[in-house]
């Protein structure tokens, strides 16, 4: 008989697994009518229709049973709404409803866009390998053979997407800027105050020589096709590509990392280039501890992970930081898990939202999709790319690849 691992019935019912191990028990004492399954000496609830009828059941009448006094209720700070739209307060609020989970990418609003430059900065300072350092390197190794695929190219625009404050690209502009190739540099990113930091560093480093140009957008959805659509169209355009970088594993962050490239896709033309690099998984990194911490080893909320849960109103002491390696899923993750029973109240133009959470509910605040070259190789290929060139670096723990769109 198929069976549900207690993890699964956990994640899908935003419960702890202490939780389904006791309706193991209660089915066990007949206090449930739950079909058991025995596999190894261990007992699991089986994958049948009833028994899902049966939970849903369970977790629905403790809702309702549950004592008002046992529910603390919170509303959002005034900043929430002050540096979000209404649209992206929706985006919080649904993510929220029905994954359990804050999207990364509103984290680098406000004070969130200074804590990351800050933990950027901090990277570059180091010695030891990391994404940044090991990024840079992988560009200055592959250098002549980005020059060999845009030696028939007399400009070349680069398209930065998720800019971030624009360190790894430093190096980049400034060998096209010597070839005299450097056309347009555009900088893509959800966050004006990120933006705003990449603009302040592009003239900082180059002065005059690079125009900025920033573009609010997410790239979860938002195309950016019509940006460069002056230049695709222009009669002396065929001497023109965009090379458009997309560095730092930045879309195994999100819950569908397909989402941006395809969106990313769908952006580029004939003879644009995709530049990608990422940290690919190994069993030694599983363990590690989260340098975003300031204190390693103390579970708590990095300040880079926790600008929407601050503003959200959510008290220290409602919850417990959990951070780990998710063997089911690839993922690394952050989370909270709730200490108490929560109500969050939302306010639109047009009424309000309410949110409710079980205590046991767990909340993520970051992921990391862990993927191996394979992996990303694949993923690449089935939205829509060929990839033309991938390096890793001699430990094989970091990888830069090159891919264009498919043609059909």
Do not use: C
Not at 65 to 93: C, G, M, N, W
Request: charged share 30%.
């Amino acid at each position: 008989m198929l069976y549900y691992k207690n993890s699964e019935l956990a994640y899908t019912y935003h419960v702890s697994d202490r939780t389904v191990r006791n309706w193991i028990q209660l089915a066990k004492d007949g206090k449930l009518p739950l079909t058991l399954h025995e596999e190894e000496g261990k007992t699991y609830l089986a994958r049948t229709s009833g028994n899902i009828e049966i939970i849903e059941q369970h977790v629905a009448r403790y809702k309702s049973h549950r004592p008002s006094t046992a529910q603390k209720k919170v509303v959002p700070k005034p900043e929430f709404y002050r540096l979000f739209t209404e649209a992206q307060v929706y985006d919080i609020v649904r993510n929220l409803e029905m994954h359990h989970e804050i999207p990364r990418q509103y984290n680098y609003f406000d004070g969130g866009a200074v804590e990351w430059d800050e933990y950027v900065q901090r990277l570059a300072r180091e010695k030891t390998p990391n994404l940044l350092n090991r990024t840079v390197e992988l560009l200055a190794e592959n250098q002549g053979y980005l020059d060999m695929r845009l030696a028939k190219y007399e400009r070349v625009n680069v398209v930065d997407v998720g800019v971030g404050n624009a360190l790894p690209a430093k190096e980049l502009l400034h060998r096209l800027l010597e070839q005299r190739k450097l056309g347009r540099y555009v900088a893509i990113d959800i966050s004006a105050e990120m933006l705003e930091i990449a603009r302040r560093n592009i003239k900082d480093w180059f002065g005059d020589d690079v125009a900025f140009e920033g573009y609010e957008m997410d790239i979860t959805y938002e195309r950016f096709a019509n940006i460069l659509a002056d230049d695709y169209l222009k009669k002396d355009s065929e001497p023109t590509a965009n090379l458009v970088l997309f560095l730092g594993g930045t879309p195994y962050n999100f819950r569908n990392p397909s989402d941006a490239f395809r969106t990313i896709n769908e952006s580029m033309n004939l003879n644009d280039l995709l530049v990608y690099s990422d940290k690919l998984e190994t069993p030694e990194m599983r363990p590690q501890w989260f340098h975003y911490n300031a204190n390693p080893g103390k579970l708590e909320l990095a300040p880079i992970h926790r600008l929407v849960f601050d503003l959200l109103n959510i008290d220290d002491s409602f919850y417990e930081v959990e951070m780990d390696f998710d063997e089911r899923t690839h993922q690394r993750y952050t989370r909270t898990r709730l200490k108490v029973a929560l109500t969050l109240k939302f306010k639109f133009d047009d009424g309000e939202r309410i949110v409710e959470f079980e205590k046991g509910d767990t909340i993520l605040l970051w992921r990391s999709w862990q993927m191996a070259a394979k992996d990303i190789s694949m993923q690449l290929e089935e939205t829509g790319f060929y990839v033309l060139h991938s390096s890793q670096t001699g430990d094989r723990e970091y990888l830069l690849a090159l891919a264009q769109a498919n043609r059909d």
